[in-house]
């Protein structure tokens, strides 16, 4: 059972991806990525599709990044097309809620059918957690988040609390929670991205990182980071003494 489950959940995993794929290079014409005009047309044609009708066009992105998570699919791309698609506001909070269903989704499918492999893969690795996340689940799993997992990929970030078989609740919040952070700086990005293509006449490499909306979220993803590694050294590092 499970092992039919896995080769449908990796199939159905290729099948997105690839049919996302083939939806960008249809509509994408390859021999114009070097010119900076395409990309204004592109953006302007997106910002006229999307805006025609947002309501319907968020569902579809929700249910695709649910879709993408739940698969394994990594979560920065998803971001980045959050803060291009809506805005700063709207894509972190369609990113975020998504991104967590999903990532509740994925939990519960590998607790339920995937536990023991799981165990078996990472409980050795992450051991030295195991006592810690058990302290007081939903907190260090929060601080988890919000440090960005500690360097782990994010399909399995997702797939570690099996090791200690964390509720579902605590799950989800402690995800939608620490999520935010992190998840608005780079739909920020995402968003200033747009920007840049709207307002520039053509491109330039010093000009778009002088741009407030490009510097100012690489800042603040700086600070989250340096923040991420003395929270890290705090909580986690600690667990070795």
């Given at each position: 059972m499970s092992k039919n489950l896995k080769m449908f959940l990796g199939l159905a995993y290729l099948l997105l991806l690839f049919s996302f794929l083939y939806f960008i290079f249809s509509v994408i014409e390859i021999r114009r990525l070097n010119d900076f005009t395409y990309y204004k047309e592109l953006q302007s044609d997106l910002n006229i599709y999307i805006s025609s009708n947002v309501f319907t066009n968020l569902i579809y992105f929700f249910i695709f990044a649910i879709i993408w998570v739940t698969l394994l699919g990594?979560?920065?791309p998803i971001l980045i097309i959050s803060g291009i698609l809506?805005?700063?506001?709207i894509g972190t909070v369609v990113s975020v809620i998504s991104i967590?269903?999903?990532?509740?989704?994925?939990?519960?499918?590998g607790n339920f059918f995937f536990r023991d492999l799981v165990k078996s893969i990472l409980e050795k690795k992450f051991e030295k957690?195991?006592?810690?996340f058990q302290k007081n689940e939903f907190f260090y799993f929060f601080v988890y988040r919000f440090i960005g997992g500690?360097?782990?990929?994010?399909?399995?970030?997702?797939?570690i609390p099996i090791l200690f078989g964390m509720?579902?609740?605590?799950?989800?919040f402690a995800s939608l929670f620490g999520f935010i952070p992190g998840f608005f700086i780079i739909n920020t990005i995402g968003a200033g991205l747009n920007t840049y293509v709207t307002e520039a006449d053509y491109f330039s490499m010093?000009?778009?990182?002088?741009?407030?909306e490009i510097y100012l979220p690489i800042l603040m993803f700086s600070f989250l980071m340096l923040f991420s590694l003395i929270i890290k050294k705090k909580f986690f590092?600690?667990?070795n003494k």
């Open positions: 990594f979560g920065s809506f805005g700063q506001m967590s269903i999903g990532a509740l989704i994925l939990y519960s499918i957690y195991i006592q810690l500690l360097g782990v990929p994010f399909g399995l970030q997702n797939l509720k579902k609740l605590n799950y989800f010093i000009d778009f990182i002088l741009t407030p590092d600690d667990t």
